[in-house]
């Protein structure tokens, strides 16, 4: 087997989007060490003769293919119906289900395994989460502040605060000043029972942190649940969430209000929160929040 990397990032010289590869990687592992976890650790790597910062990347995907990609090459193009006009390259080779598996999800998993934080937490899971506090944590893209601003103004109505609840971009809610960044969030990893809210976009999928997030609730086992918002489809979900699992679909206009009710008593229940007294308050905050996501 060899494998094949692309990844996605925006050139600040140009300001476009730009795509490299690199191939004919022998093993996993090289994959891993060189690229994968650097990749995830939101290090700086050099890539196709590019060094690549954390902020500029966008997406990283992994390919597999029989041989090496030059004979790979021959052989589609070999396998190519007479009379058709189509010449096969590196690029879209490795893109092409036909000759080539994407096993991007198999490796992001592999790599955030061998993190040791990761690591760290799973180990300090057994037989202790029991004790723990439980904390609401909404992991998010920046791209969506705006509507993750109205999805904590909502759960506040049903007794969230900020002694309960963690979002990276709602003030008081948020990193205090001050502290590290990444000791800050591996605390609360480690510290509480999570309940995680995924809010789903393209722009959560192409955050290399967001991906850190999602396969340490993986690893953790965490209970979670998925917000998905406007413009992004059920079948684009990928990594650890699991797609066939209900989720609260913004765009369902005759199913999104139903689905958030089923939530807060979900929330409720997980949280030992008193029961909502005043349902009008809810359903106000819920119909608001409706509405900006769908803005």
């Given at each position: 087997m060899f494998y094949h990397i692309r990844i996605d990032y925006f050139d600040k010289k140009l300001k476009v989007n730009q795509t490299l590869y690199e191939y004919d990687y022998s093993t996993k592992e090289d994959v891993l060490e060189k690229i994968?976890?650097?990749?995830l650790e939101e290090k700086r790597i050099v890539f196709s003769g590019a060094i690549l910062n954390a902020e500029d990347r966008r997406q990283i995907s992994v390919y597999e293919t029989d041989n090496d990609i030059k004979t790979m090459i021959l052989v589609a193009n070999q396998n190519?119906?007479?009379?058709?006009?189509?010449?096969?390259?590196?690029?879209?080779l490795v893109c092409?289900?036909?000759?080539?598996?994407?096993?991007?999800?198999e490796m992001v998993h592999a790599a955030l395994e061998s993190v040791d934080v990761i690591k760290a937490a799973k180990e300090d899971q057994t037989g202790k989460n029991d004790k723990k506090q439980p904390l609401l944590f909404i992991s998010?893209?920046?791209?969506?502040?705006?509507?993750?601003?109205?999805?904590?103004?909502?759960?506040?109505?049903?007794?969230?605060?900020?002694?309960?609840?963690?979002?990276?971009?709602?003030?008081?809610?948020?990193?205090?000043?001050?502290?590290?960044?990444?000791?800050?969030?591996?605390?609360?990893?480690?510290?509480?029972?999570?309940?995680?809210?995924?809010?789903l976009s393209d722009s959560y999928y192409n955050s290399a942190a967001c991906l850190n997030?999602?396969?340490?609730?993986?690893?953790?086992?965490?209970?979670?649940?998925?917000?998905?918002l406007p413009g992004f489809q059920i079948p684009?979900?990928?990594?650890?969430?699991?797609?066939?699992?209900?989720?609260?679909?913004?765009?369902?206009?005759?199913?999104?209000?139903?689905?958030?009710?089923?939530?807060?008593?979900?929330?409720?229940?997980?949280?030992?929160?008193?029961?909502?007294?005043?349902?009008?308050?809810w359903e106000n905050d819920r119909n608001k929040f409706v509405n900006i996501a769908k803005a």
């Open positions: 994968v976890k650097p990749y190519m119906t007479p009379g058709v006009i189509y010449v096969y390259n590196d690029e879209n092409d289900s036909d000759y080539s598996k994407d096993i991007t999800k998010h893209s920046t791209a969506d502040e705006e509507i993750v601003t109205g999805l904590v103004e909502m759960l506040r109505t049903i007794g969230f605060n900020k002694n309960n609840l963690f979002c990276s971009s709602f003030p008081g809610y948020d990193i205090p000043e001050g502290e590290d960044i990444y000791d800050y969030l591996q605390a609360k990893l480690l510290d509480y029972k999570l309940f995680v809210i995924f809010v997030e999602m396969g340490a609730a993986w690893v953790l086992k965490a209970n979670y649940s998925t917000i998905i684009d979900i990928k990594g650890a969430v699991n797609p066939r699992k209900m989720a609260v679909v913004m765009e369902d206009d005759k199913r999104v209000r139903g689905k958030l009710n089923q939530l807060k008593d979900r929330l409720i229940e997980f949280f030992g929160l008193p029961e909502t007294e005043d349902y009008t308050i």
